[in-house]
């Protein structure tokens, strides 16, 4: 069916995004952790964002490759599992939305109290770390909230396709493809 098909079209790419954005974190990050003083708020926010990464690298890389196999397959998605589906990609997408306003929140929280005692002893990982939440939310964020509109308006555009294809015979619903 090419309603799923272009939905998992989309998350693959999704994928692929998120993936690009993760490796170039890790390699940032690496460098950064390299070249900048062990301890220091520039340091903990290249920690941070290695560590973030590996966790995005990880959803990112089987998430696409099940997009991928998922098209190379025959759809076996009927209308009420094809509609579950979308349901279910665009709920993900909007609590994940939710979710990354409290990361960012938490990266605020960090760095405020880091700043409050410079003179603190976990003060310039606070910052470092804050800083790095703020950033890693922030690009979440838009991230999660842009696939959540591309799949609601695929949803919204191609779901009167889907009933065009109903066959009524009385007793039964077929689904022709």
């Not at 301890?39 to 926010?45: D, I, Q, Y």
């Not at 405020?112 to 976990?122: C, F, L, V």
């Amino acid at each position: 069916m090419q309603f799923n098909a272009q939905r998992e079209r989309t998350s693959g790419t999704s994928m692929l995004v998120l993936g690009g954005w993760a490796v170039g974190n890790l390699v940032a990050g690496g460098i950064g952790m390299a070249t900048t003083p062990s301890g220091s708020e520039a340091f903990h926010f290249h920690q941070m964002n290695a560590a973030w990464n590996v966790v995005n690298l990880g959803i990112a890389v089987p998430a696409y490759l099940g997009a991928r196999k998922r098209l190379r397959g025959p759809s076996t998605l009927d209308i009420p599992r094809t509609f579950d589906a979308q349901r279910k990609v665009e709920a993900v997408y909007l609590i994940n939305t939710g979710l990354d306003l409290a990361y960012m929140g938490a990266g605020l929280w960090l760095w405020e109290n880091g700043r409050g005692d410079p003179m603190a002893k976990r003060s310039e990982m606070f910052q470092g770390f804050g800083t790095s939440l703020l950033l890693q939310g922030g690009f979440l964020f838009v991230y999660d909230l842009a696939n959540y509109i591309v799949h609601a308006r695929h949803w919204k555009r191609s779901r009167a396709g889907l009933w065009q294809h109903l066959q009524f015979n009385g007793t039964s619903i077929r689904y022709a493809f």
